[in-house]
């Protein structure tokens, strides 16, 4: 079985722990599609985040406390360079994650293309799946905000990772822009594990921050609706909150409850031109109505591996249960 995971942030790099603990006990082989929309140029250096947290946190670097950045962390550059008052100040980089970060440029300035340097940077780390960004290509995540200092206050546009780290979405937020989507191009092998794929998963990741960029690059989207594979989402929401993150301060801006079935509609049905052939709930939103899209409710929170990789077989099961919408023959590879 093939297994493509959407995904990004914290809690996507924790579903797939779960996905990898699957994949080990079934023989499942399992790409992972991250999002580069909160990608960053921060003193000279390429910083990926999401592609970070899925690579230390299957490689075993991670630093489960913060749940971000690498375990065993230092901060010496920080500390010299907030004495030279060096912008950013509000973004720390740590000593060890600052390593990636240089290995990273250089082989970026070097001609490498971005998906080329996470094949070598996985070489160190394992992270047992195959991770690929969605796009090679510029595509950062900013946010449109009002400045509250101008009389009359004045919409401006700023980075997502200023928006959040900074300010801590506090700022009145009028929308997201996925500047330079639409000029983007999927990384070479993501529409082959599309076309490829047995079951696609999107991960209980940030639907506007994480997956939103994702599905925003041209080819990717059109995949998932035209594709063979069933496509089966993960909430990341339960009951009224996030599993974690902001997802609730993000799905405020569009005017969307923070609800598992406001994020299923948001998503859609692939029957009407959206995204899902199915839905996985905590069973505390297990009457959850999603326009038509299959349910299921199993427990959502990933308090371990056990727990993240029986979320990730009822998904499958559900995948295996559902009639996928796409224009193609369904392939043999999910069981019935």
């Given at each position: ?33 991250v999002n580069v929309g909160d990608d960053a140029v921060l003193h000279g250096l390429r910083v990926c985040p999401d592609l970070d947290s899925v690579m ?144 696609v998963l999107i991960a209980p990741s940030n639907p506007v921050v994480s997956v939103a960029p994702v599905l925003a690059v041209p080819g990717i989207r ?115």
């Amino acid at each position: 079985m093939r297994i493509v995971v959407l995904t990004g942030g914290i809690g996507g790099a924790k579903f797939l722990v779960g996905v990898r603990a699957y994949a080990r006990r079934t023989g499942a082989e399992v790409t992972a599609v991250v999002n580069v929309g909160d990608d960053a140029v921060l003193h000279g250096l390429r910083v990926c985040p999401d592609l970070d947290s899925v690579m230390y946190t299957l490689g075993g670097g991670a630093d489960a406390q913060r749940g971000w950045g690498r375990a065993g962390e230092t901060w010496a550059v920080k500390e010299e360079l907030t004495a030279y008052r060096a912008e950013p100040t509000w973004f720390g980089l740590g000593d060890r994650d600052i390593a990636t970060h240089l290995v990273r440029t250089t082989m970026m300035n070097a001609g490498y293309p971005l998906s080329a340097v996470t094949d070598a940077l996985c070489v160190r780390w394992n992270p047992g799946v195959r991770m690929i960004p969605a796009t090679d290509d510029r595509l950062e995540t900013h946010v449109v905000v009002s400045d509250p200092d101008p009389a009359p206050p004045a919409q401006r546009a700023i980075h997502f990772q200023e928006w959040w780290v900074r300010h801590r979405g506090a700022l009145p937020t009028h929308r997201f822009v996925f500047v330079g989507a639409a000029q983007a191009e999927p990384a070479p092998g993501v529409l082959d594990a599309l076309a490829a794929a047995d079951v696609v998963l999107i991960a209980p990741s940030n639907p506007v921050v994480s997956v939103a960029p994702v599905l925003a690059v041209p080819g990717i989207r059109e995949a998932l609706v035209g594709g063979a594979a069933p496509v089966v989402g993960v909430s990341p929401i339960i009951g009224d909150a996030p599993v974690r993150g902001m997802a609730d301060r993000c799905l405020a801006v569009l005017d969307v409850p923070c609800t598992a079935a406001a994020v299923a509609g948001l998503y859609g049905s692939r029957r009407s031109g959206g995204v899902l052939d199915g839905w996985l709930v905590d069973p505390v939103d297990a009457a959850a109505e999603t326009d038509g899209v299959p349910v299921r409710a199993v427990p959502l929170w990933m308090t371990d591996e056990t727990a993240t990789a029986q979320m990730v077989a009822a998904a499958v099961e559900l995948a295996g249960s559902v009639e996928p919408a796409g224009t193609r023959p369904r392939p043999d590879g999910v069981a019935r």
